[in-house]
């Protein structure tokens, strides 16, 4: 599978009474609230929420103790075999990625090609374009004057590769939603989220085979009990290097896990604050 020259990053960062009716003295239709009553429901009132408490404290060690445990073996399968991890994980993605057919049925479910937004894409993201003739163009103002001249011809001969290029591929074809499960890379129980940094597109025109390679940086962060403003801040667990390639004439579409770089292994106070504002954000 074609590859871009993939940048090895290494991320060093870390990140819920029963109320008992009054009892009233009843007699020639006194209101006066008998003490004895007002006690025996005052101390019930207490033993019940006391109960509850406890009950509640209990429950909440027993998730923070579970938490803590799943934390503890997730580090392990990253930290001990990385290489047999990033190959799981590569399953997981290539079992829910969709077949080509299925892409282009996304595609073309899409609202026609958008230029103006293929331009814009290009101009924050780093792209490479090999031409027909083989030159390399690396300038976002210079691949944004090639297309501007191409598109303007009657044949769009590469159409399909810029709208397949800006269809925010990583989004949209379950990169992410793959990763997203109790074994995946990124762990509801655990609220990990993943974000998506330093993409880059190459698009070669080359050889008569037109294709895209896109590749980008997730980086998957857990919340910790650190506060920044009103928001607790997250602490990385790992980064991946993503990948995907495009080719119409071939009919392929292939999505691969290039590497993951582990964060530092958390301390047990780290992952039992983790676990602690897991906790707090389930009640």
């Keep these: 599978m074609p590859t871009v020259n993939t940048r090895n990053n290494v991320l060093q960062s870390l990140a819920t009474i029963e109320e008992t009716p009054n009892e009233f003295d009843h007699d020639e239709g006194s209101t006066e609230l008998k003490l004895p009553a007002l006690q025996q429901k005052t101390s019930s009132s207490s033993a019940t929420s006391s109960s509850s408490s406890s009950s509640n404290d209990g429950l909440d060690q027993e998730k923070i103790l579970q938490i803590q445990t799943e934390l503890r073996d997730f580090q392990a399968a990253l930290h001990s075999s990385p290489s047999a991890f990033l190959t799981e994980m590569n399953s997981l993605v290539r079992a829910?990625?969709?077949?080509?057919?299925?892409?282009?049925a996304i595609l073309q479910q899409q609202p026609?090609?958008?230029?103006?937004?293929?331009?814009?894409?290009?101009?924050?993201t780093k792209t490479t374009l090999y031409t027909p003739r083989g030159v390399t163009i690396t300038d976002p103002k210079q691949v944004?004057?090639?297309?501007?001249?191409e598109s303007a011809g009657r044949r769009k001969p590469h159409e399909l590769i810029?709208?397949?290029?800006?269809?925010?591929?990583?989004?949209k074809?379950?990169?992410i939603e793959s990763l997203t499960c109790s074994?995946?890379?990124?762990?509801p129980g655990l609220n990990a989220k993943a974000s998506m940094k330093d993409c880059s597109l190459e698009i070669s025109l080359k050889n008569g085979k037109p294709h895209f390679v896109a590749e980008c940086?997730?980086?998957?962060?857990?919340p910790c009990s650190r506060r920044v403003g009103k928001s607790a801040s997250r602490w990385t667990v790992v980064g991946v290097i993503a990948e995907v390639f495009f080719c119409p004439c071939d009919e392929t579409l292939l999505v691969e896990l290039l590497h993951l770089s582990p964060a530092k292994e958390f301390s047990e106070r780290q992952m039992r604050a983790v676990a602690k504002e897991c906790v707090r954000r389930s009640n």
């Design 183 to 187: 074994n995946g890379l990124i762990r």
């Design 96 to 104: 829910s990625f969709p077949t080509f057919y299925e892409f282009i």
């Design 217 to 222: 940086f997730l980086n998957v962060t857990i």
């Design 162 to 171: 810029y709208q397949a290029a800006t269809s925010k591929i990583f989004e």
């Design 173 to 175: 074809t379950s990169v």
């Design 144 to 149: 944004a004057r090639y297309f501007t001249v």
């Design 112 to 124: 026609a090609f958008d230029k103006t937004g293929f331009l814009q894409e290009i101009a924050k």
